[in-house]
């Protein structure tokens, strides 16, 4: 059974970042990871003192990629979650996506 082949990471945060500019979202690399293999976590911050962080995860059950929701909550407490990951992963990249409606765009196809 082969490995399925793996995006670089960059590619993905360019082609993420593109995506959420044609949706009129903003976002910032706010931690720029491994450009090949790093880990990528999407910090949405709705503005209003609140925020939800996103890491990739994998589904048993299908085989696939996907998005789970790591923490939510007051963004001070979210902010504290992503150097306690930074701390332990110096190459994670971090993305903070800002929109008062908590659009994100991660369930969309070909976001996994």
């Not at 593109?18 to 990528?40: F, K």
């Not at 407490?77 to 991660?106: M, N």
């Amino acid at each position: 059974m082969s490995a399925e082949p793996r995006l670089a990471a960059q590619f993905w945060v360019q082609a993420y970042l593109a995506r959420l500019r044609l949706a009129h979202i903003p976002a910032y690399v706010v931690s720029h990871g491994d450009d090949t293999a790093g880990a990528v976590m999407v910090k949405s911050n709705t503005l209003d003192g609140q925020a939800r962080l996103f890491q990739r995860g994998f589904d048993p059950a299908s085989g696939s990629r996907c998005w789970d929701l790591l923490a939510e909550g007051g963004e001070g407490d979210i902010d504290g979650t992503i150097a306690r990951q930074r701390a332990v992963d110096p190459d994670l990249w971090v993305i903070e996506v800002e929109d008062r409606k908590g659009r994100h765009l991660l369930d969309e196809p070909g976001l996994d």
